[in-house]
């Protein structure tokens, strides 16, 4: 027995998965943003708490935050390709400080600030583009000679390597620049503008605009291009990439050229940010990366920026509440408790061993 089919309602308009995870993750950054702005108001004064502008801590915050950002991406990109938790890479961060100085102090031999914004754009662009090129192919070079030799040794073997090549890059800047603090000529105007009650710098905005706009880059490039999805599909299982016709070697210097590149931008903005730089640069700010990193999830770009915002709200929030001495202390409280709880990170996934 048959029955006659009845006519489909049409289906009513929709967003895609894609979108609607975008919408909801822009939604609990800016319920994130709006929080963090609120406490970062909050002080100790001698007759209690109390609420006090939070604009310039708040700006503090996206500074800091964006400079841990760039250093933990490169961490979680490298290890996430092939497992291995690259030691020199905040050395590759202090080696781009000191690449971004000497072109501005040589090449270009600037003094002091610019104030044409035409002009100054030209020399950001003149130091920012080659100290990431350079900075690119010098990752690219440290992972073709000394850990693609190692890829199928022990573990533990491309991790001494790690730490060798870090040793490596401190020495040769110590060696060239000497290990007293080096100044770095401040191009930026001193001007700053008003601002929700606080005084704001441009280049804070300049700090916080490159680093989103390079992370924005990455996901992109990650989620959208080829040469990403090959990066993705060598992370979850390099044999079945292989097979699929996926250049291994190709992938892999890539990854590096990538994590290279974005240290050295975060190096560049550094030097800018606090005037000056020193060979020792790389193990304290390294560290705070890579903390970043595991307590976003290692192996997740996403959870490596949101570690660092995260290790530089507790930083500024702790000075802000005056103690910064402490500052450190609560950081890796912090991640202690994420890891006791949430071994993989905030946004990691368990996984099981590779191959």
Do not use: C
């Not at 929709?14 to 609607?20: G, H, L």
């Not at 931008?265 to 595991?294: D, E, M, R």
């Amino acid at each position: 027995m048959s029955s006659a089919s009845q006519p489909q309602a049409r289906a009513t308009p929709s967003f895609r998965p894609d979108a609607a995870r975008a919408i909801r993750a822009a939604a609990v950054v800016v319920v994130a943003l709006l929080a963090a702005y609120a406490l970062l108001g909050l002080t100790q004064t001698p007759a209690g708490w109390a609420w006090t502008n939070p604009t310039q801590q708040f700006m503090n915050f996206l500074t800091l935050g964006a400079i841990y950002a760039l250093i933990a991406l490169g961490y979680t990109m490298v290890y996430g390709i092939i497992e291995l938790i690259n030691f020199a890479h905040g050395d590759l961060f202090m080696f781009g400080a000191f690449v971004a100085m000497w072109i501005l102090t040589v090449p270009l031999g600037m003094t002091g600030a610019v104030e044409n914004p035409l002009q100054l754009i030209v020399i950001l662009v003149v130091v920012m583009v080659p100290t990431m090129i350079f900075m690119g192919l010098l990752g690219t070079f440290i992972e073709r000679f000394a850990y693609r030799p190692l890829r199928h040794a022990p573990r533990l073997a491309p991790l001494i390597t790690a730490i060798g090549v870090s040793f490596i890059l401190i020495n040769v800047i110590y060696v060239v620049f000497g290990p007293s603090p080096v100044n770095v000529p401040q191009v930026f105007p001193l001007t700053r503008f008003e601002f929700l009650g606080g005084k704001i710098s441009f280049l804070s905005l300049f700090m916080v605009g490159v680093s989103v706009f390079l992370m924005v880059l990455l996901q992109l490039f990650v989620g959208r291009t080829r040469l990403g999805r090959a990066m993705r599909s060598t992370a979850q299982d390099r044999e079945a990439a292989e097979l699929m016709g996926v250049d291994i070697n190709q992938t892999i210097a890539i990854t590096f050229f990538i994590a290279a590149a974005l240290a050295g931008a975060g190096g560049t903005i550094q030097g800018l940010y606090f005037g000056s730089v020193q060979f020792n640069l790389g193990f304290f700010v390294g560290l705070k990366a890579f903390t970043a990193a595991v307590l976003g999830g290692i192996g997740n770009t996403t959870g490596a920026a949101l570690g660092g915002f995260i290790i530089a709200f507790i930083e500024v929030f702790a000075t802000q509440l005056g103690y910064s001495r402490w500052s450190e202390v609560a950081v890796f409280t912090v991640l202690i408790l994420v890891l006791v709880f949430r071994p993989s990170g905030i946004l990691g996934q368990q996984l099981g061993e590779r191959a």
